[in-house]
């Protein structure tokens, strides 16, 4: 029923020569459609045919502008290309594009439009409209431009461990070393790299700040937490279901970090858990070193896809084949890990910084998630279709971290091993909530005070921090790196907003996981049919769809959080054995 042998869409409206280098090539489009006749059903719907192939033109070479950008942060031209998209080509693309959004809007035929097909598409050009201002053009165009600021200050960033250099995500690894001593020395090393960038990313921070509030503020909104909601598509929920969140982590989650926490403290042999022992595992046990590099790790992620569902594992090779992949760490490159769907090609992108880690491999998979799903939504019909929410985006991505576990073997073929790898990842499952919550959280406060200080924006994440942070854990002596830890958090300086989704998805994943634990093909078959979807349906009916309620109330959270740890509580017993 699926497949991954996807091909380019074929050009039926552009030349098939047709490439985007300035707007004087796009215009004449732009200008076809606002001039065409819509004169039936019929013309109405070749003409968003027509539209939607320009705009996935349009929309892949933004990306690949982009993709190479953060590949390679170094490069000055690759920039340029993406700040004279950002800049010349986007500001001239907005204001037709609100055109056609009201042509389409007025079109006596679009009332005729399937409803169950078209419903979301619909709700998503009419908040277009109500978002879009002529006067926030040029202020959009430069904050696409600043946002990507952060990925070169982080990309500049190295230290030198044992006399030689390495990147951020590169040193990491020795945050799992059985030596305490080198743990502590690259912990200090890494937070001492990051804050001499501090001023300067508070800097950055303050114009995104600005920028960003007077956008609402042009738009009628009393604050920018209001306006990005909307343009986010958050119909389904707002910021006090965001609270809700919040309470219900403190109040279930909490008690179960620590609880892990305190065992974790038991098992070093410490008398206080420091922030470097996080990581770490016992004396004498050797740190988990699933891949030796990236061709390992695509292989091993391949084959271990491959024994959950072939057709994941051909998403991956199809993605290998036409070269869609950058996998490992190097300085220079922007940080993080991201899957970028590709309108056109169909296959998407995946970025990441590999460094040999467990914690690579989840990226790994989850990003396989993301790119799965772009692979099933490649057949719809529009572009637009194909725009789903981004909670059920990172569902598709979380789901697959703890599907792949039950073939982890292939990256860990020791027992023993495998066992610590599967009780490292569902520790990770719960701690995760309290970092979302704590993002989430300083977001809120940010937005609906933005006239703070420095001084009161460190305050405030000290203050949220403590709240989701275990008392188990000593920051003695920390204090000035700990007050602008949320300087590492790339969504909030690139994607504001975004990350209550990795909560609510969290929440998703692990109901699609309590499915596949009764009955794998069922929840397999959950999983694709919503994902196939694309953003066909409302968020809650792709819940639906996958066999989930959208529901993240204490209760719901509380529950889940109890399957983990019980599920947790058997391979430690495995283990331990």
Not at 499 to 524: D, F, H, S, V
Not at 537 to 556: I, K, N, Y
Not at 557 to 571: H, N, P, Y
């Amino acid at each position: 029923m699926y497949t991954a042998d996807i091909q380019k869409l074929p050009r039926h409206y552009l030349l098939a020569t047709f490439e985007l280098t300035d707007w004087n090539g796009l215009a004449p489009f732009f200008e076809e459609l606002d001039g065409r006749e819509l004169s039936s059903l019929t013309a109405l719907e070749q003409w968003l045919k027509d539209l939607s192939e320009v705009e996935s033109v349009i929309s892949e070479d933004a990306c690949w502008r982009q993709i190479r950008m953060t590949c390679d942060t170094e490069n000055k031209s690759l920039e340029e290309a993406f700040n004279y998209f950002m800049l010349e080509i986007q500001p001239q693309i907005q204001p037709w594009s609100d055109r056609l959004n009201r042509k389409l809007m007025a079109c006596p035929f679009t009332a005729s439009l399937d409803t169950s097909t078209y419903f979301t598409f619909l709700r998503s050009i009419r908040k277009q409209i109500d978002l879009f201002r002529e006067a926030n053009i040029p202020i959009i165009a430069s904050l696409n431009v600043l946002q990507q600021q952060f990925g070169v200050i982080s990309g500049k960033m190295a230290i030198t461990v044992k006399g030689q250099e390495y990147t951020l995500q590169q040193a990491a690894l020795f945050l799992e070393d059985e030596d305490r001593s080198l743990r502590e020395e690259v912990y200090l090393k890494i937070a001492e790299r990051r804050f001499q960038d501090q001023a300067a990313l508070h800097e950055l921070f303050d114009q995104l700040l600005e920028q960003r509030n007077l956008i609402a503020k042009q738009a009628g909104f009393t604050d920018y937490r209001a306006y990005r909601f909307m343009e986010l598509g958050r119909f389904d929920y707002d910021h006090t279901t965001c609270e809700q969140f919040h309470e219900a982590v403190r109040d279930h989650v909490m008690p179960l970090v620590n609880q892990l926490y305190q065992q974790k403290l038991k098992k070093l042999g410490v008398e206080q858990l420091r922030p470097w022992d996080l990581e770490a595992e016992p004396a004498g046990t050797k740190p988990l070193r699933p891949f030796s590099n990236a061709t390992d790790l695509m292989e091993k992620s391949i084959a271990c896809l491959n024994a959950l569902d072939p057709f994941f594992a051909a998403c991956l090779t199809r993605m290998q084949q036409l070269g869609h992949l950058d996998l490992e760490s190097r300085k220079g490159k922007a940080p993080g890990g991201y899957n970028c769907p590709l309108a056109v090609s169909g296959a998407p992108f995946i970025f990441m910084n590999a460094a040999g880690t467990l914690d690579d491999v989840t990226t790994m998979v989850h990003e396989g998630g993301h790119a799965i799903h772009s692979f099933l939504c490649h057949s719809l019909a529009l572009n637009g279709f194909k725009e789903y929410p981004t909670e059920i985006a990172e569902v598709a991505s979380m789901s697959m971290e703890l599907f792949s576990m039950d073939h982890w073997n292939h990256f860990f073929t020791d027992p023993v091993e495998l066992n610590r790898a599967k009780e490292q990842q569902l520790e990770r499952v719960i701690t995760i909530f309290p970092w979302v919550a704590t993002i989430d959280k300083f977001q809120h406060w940010i937005y609906t005070h933005p006239d703070h200080t420095h001084s009161e924006r460190e305050e405030q994440w000290m203050r949220i921090a403590q709240e989701f942070t275990s008392p188990l854990i000593d920051f003695t002596g920390l204090e000035k790196y700990r007050r602008v830890l949320w300087q590492r958090q790339l969504h909030l300086f690139e994607v504001p907003f975004y990350y209550i989704e990795y909560g609510i998805a969290q929440l998703g994943a692990i109901g699609l996981w309590q499915q596949y634990k009764r009955n794998p093909t069922t929840a397999l078959q959950n999983y694709l049919q919503a994902l196939a979807l694309g953003g066909t349906r409302t968020l809650p009916q792709l819940f639906e769809a996958a066999g989930l309620s959208f529901d993240f109330s204490g209760t719901r959270i509380s529950e889940l959080m109890q399957f983990v740890k019980a599920e947790l509580d058997q391979i430690t017993v495995t283990t331990s054995s």
